[in-house]
């Protein structure tokens, strides 16, 4: 990624420790409102046994420290649903996303970039997993967007950032 950058920090959590049932307050998660939205479930999952369901349009924070000049990935298996739900993974600085993506509606992959989220392009189609990466290099500046382990998107506009904070989970509903 970056010549400079010796560490990378890479979240990706499978779920597969917690207990099934709700999330919120297992593993550092806070879901914002209503505690019943996210849910550890086991009638669908990617890999293992759990993966977590998303029940409203609302969001689930984890906190987490991310030193500067580290590069960071965010890896997830998200489930595809093109025409109703928008599912976003991020990880932010200060409520601001710093990278993420989104398999938006329309059909597309969004990503987050200098200027916020950016339609990829990227075709996903509906019930189907989809693993997606986003990776950024130590202080910002190259981001790169793999779907299923291709890399779709090399932007040289990512966004520079000093102190990621925090990984956040929403959806919301698309309505063409």
């Given at each position: 990624?970056?010549?400079?950058?010796?560490?990378?920090?890479?979240?990706?959590?499978?779920?597969?420790?917690?207990?099934?049932?709700?999330?919120?307050?297992?593993?550092?998660?806070?879901?914002?409102?209503?505690?019943?939205?996210?849910?550890?479930?086991?009638?669908?999952?990617?890999?293992?046994?759990?993966?977590?369901?998303?029940?409203?349009?609302?969001?689930?924070?984890?906190?987490?420290?991310?030193?500067?000049?580290?590069?960071?990935?965010?890896?997830?298996?998200?489930f595809g649903h093109a025409l109703y739900h928008r599912t976003y993974v991020a990880i932010q600085e200060d409520s601001e996303e710093i990278i993420g993506?989104?398999?938006?509606?329309?059909?597309?992959?969004?990503?987050?970039?200098?200027?916020?989220?950016?339609?990829?392009?990227?075709?996903?189609?509906?019930?189907?997993?989809?693993?997606?990466?986003q990776w950024i290099s130590g202080s910002g500046g190259l981001t790169k967007l793999f779907v299923n382990d291709v890399e779709q998107i090399h932007d040289?506009?990512?966004?520079?950032?000093?102190?990621?904070?925090?990984?956040?989970?929403?959806?919301?509903?698309?309505?063409?």
């Amino acid at each position: 990624m970056n010549a400079k950058s010796t560490k990378t920090f890479l979240f990706f959590e499978d779920f597969e420790e917690y207990n099934t049932g709700v999330l919120d307050g297992q593993g550092g998660w806070e879901e914002e409102g209503d505690t019943q939205n996210f849910e550890v479930a086991t009638d669908e999952a990617k890999t293992g046994d759990k993966a977590v369901r998303v029940n409203a349009e609302v969001g689930i924070n984890k906190t987490i420290s991310i030193p500067s000049d580290t590069g960071f990935a965010l890896r997830s298996y998200v489930f595809g649903h093109a025409l109703y739900h928008r599912t976003y993974v991020a990880i932010q600085e200060d409520s601001e996303e710093i990278i993420g993506f989104a398999l938006g509606g329309g059909g597309h992959v969004f990503y987050v970039n200098k200027d916020g989220w950016t339609n990829s392009d990227v075709p996903y189609s509906n019930n189907n997993w989809y693993k997606i990466e986003q990776w950024i290099s130590g202080s910002g500046g190259l981001t790169k967007l793999f779907v299923n382990d291709v890399e779709q998107i090399h932007d040289a506009d990512g966004k520079t950032y000093s102190n990621p904070n925090k990984i956040r989970m929403w959806m919301t509903r698309y309505e063409s």
